[in-house]
């Protein structure tokens, strides 16, 4: 995708995605079926069954069967246009917002269809926070910017100071901004302000949180902060991460997903699998630089 593509929507939709969820009617409570099992160890907490998006008569994704396992960081690689970040978008209904964009087929959250008539899209994007290429804090001061979806949500003052901090320590930024928490989110560098971001998709305690290439705007120190915090989120939180980086998806997913050209899904395995072993000539010949 190209930054441009979301920009202009990203706020909008962060407001969406912290906008109070009517309780018992969100469309994703107790009714939904069981999910599907992994291994004995693992659940499938989404998983996209026969997944076709279209923008207007394109389609950027064919067929895509994804069953993506709970509490484990998820890459997503492939050429530039073969539909990694429209698969993303889709996960929490972010294409609901480009107009031309249609989805068909199922793609289930906790067993429940997010497209079902039911689902409230935006109770569902505080349960599928996202963190985008680019830093994006609100122009507001650093506690303001983790709070604010936690005092639309009616919490008390001592509530949100404590969800605040706690937030704010599991994005690994509490020890660096706790003294200059009325700072504007904006004073912070890159790599802080990408972390406050982490913090603010956290905040609403989702259980999913999608990232679009959250390092690529980033130096390779502050990369390296953001690699070691996404492994520590996977111990609380489903991570689904784009990544043009193939050493970076090596080092710190479990699985992988190969899109190839036509937004078909290729290949999905363990990543030591896939980058050591995969099943497929294409896979390896993109994994190996030979195209791409
Ligand atoms: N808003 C949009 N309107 C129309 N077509 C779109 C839109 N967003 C994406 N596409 C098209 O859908 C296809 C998949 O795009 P997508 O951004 O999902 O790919 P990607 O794998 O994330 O690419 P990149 O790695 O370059 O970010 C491309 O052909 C792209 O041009």
Redesign the pocket.
């Known amino acids: ?2 930054q441009d ?2 920009t202009s929507t990203e706020n909008e939709q962060l407001d969406g995605q912290q906008a109070t969820p009517t309780p018992g009617t969100d469309g994703l409570g107790e009714e939904a079926d069981e999910p599907s099992q992994g291994t004995d160890t693992e659940r499938v907490l989404l998983e996209a069954r026969d997944l076709d ?1 279209y ?2 008569d ?1 389609q ?2 064919q067929s895509v069967d994804l069953p993506i396992p709970e509490k484990q960081v998820t890459a ?1 690689i ?12 889709s996960v929490n209904r972010m294409n609901d917002l ?1 107009d ?2 249609r989805v068909e087929g199922d793609l289930e959250f906790d067993g429940k269809n997010v497209y079902d008539d039911d689902v409230d899209p935006v109770a569902l994007r505080r349960k599928i926070g996202m963190v985008f290429q680019q830093p994006n804090p609100f122009p507001k001061s650093i506690y303001d910017n983790v709070a604010y979806g936690l005092r639309v949500q009616g919490e008390d003052d001592g509530d949100v100071d404590e969800q605040v901090q706690n937030a704010l320590e599991q994005a690994a930024l509490w020890d660096e901004v706790k003294d200059q928490l009325d700072s504007s989110g904006l004073d912070l560098s890159g790599g802080q302000q990408q972390r406050l971001c982490i913090a603010r998709a956290i905040a609403p305690d989702p259980e999913v949180i999608l990232m ?2 959250p390092a690529s705007a980033l130096d390779p120190v502050a990369t390296s902060k953001i690699e070691d915090l996404i492994s520590d989120l996977a111990e609380d939180y489903t991570v689904v991460i ?1 990544t ?1 980086n193939m050493q970076q998806a090596a080092r710190i997913s479990d699985r992988t997903a190969v ?1 190839l050209t036509g ?1 078909n899904l290729v290949e999905f395995d363990e990543t030591a699998k896939i980058f050591e072993n995969p099943e497929s000539d294409r896979v390896e010949d993109y994994i190996t630089g030979k195209f791409g």
């Open positions: 995708m190209t593509s979301t998006v923008y207007g394109d950027a994704l997503l492939g050429p530039s246009g073969c539909g990694k970040s429209t698969f993303l978008r480009i031309i964009c679009d290439e784009v043009h899109f937004g």
